[in-house]
């Protein structure tokens, strides 16, 4: 009997050798889930657009930007934060935002130009859903 109880042992020990082999490639190699995607989006990734292929609103503010307005709306000019990260990153005030009018909008609407410190132009149509890089003549 005593062989009996002994030979069902080599299941069982099997079995925890395997669990503590799995434990440790656990432990080691983390759970298997990346995490969440952290992928940057480089300005060369965004669609570039010819200012002069834009609406003639977009041409107007950028105007208003180069003489440095004055602008219809008192946020114009603030800060943008690029909280969605569609924008390459750059330190805190890099950005700044301004309106562009829609026809027929009551209030802001969702068009903006975007402006970096070193001179880039971006526009969004869709309130920072998406951007085009802006090329001015």
Do not use: K, Q
């Not at 965004?46 to 180069?66: G, H, K, S, W």
């Not at 000019?77 to 750059?90: T, V």
């Amino acid at each position: 009997m005593a062989a009996g109880r002994r030979a069902n042992r080599w299941p069982l020990l099997g079995l925890l050798g395997l669990l503590a082999i799995v434990a440790a490639a656990y432990l080691v190699g983390g759970s298997g889930d990346p995490g969440p995607a952290t992928t940057v989006v480089g300005t060369s990734e965004l669609p570039l657009v010819e200012l002069t292929d834009l609406p003639r609103e977009v041409t107007d503010t950028v105007d208003l930007i180069a003489v440095g307005g004055p602008f219809p709306y008192e946020r114009d000019g603030a800060s943008f934060g690029n909280r969605e990260r569609l924008l390459p990153l750059r330190d805190e005030g890099y950005y700044r935002e301004y309106t562009v009018p829609t026809p027929g909008e009551d209030d802001r609407g969702a068009r903006r130009i975007v402006t970096g410190r070193d001179g880039e132009l971006y526009f969004t149509a869709d309130h920072y859903d998406s951007f085009v890089r802006v090329r001015a003549p």
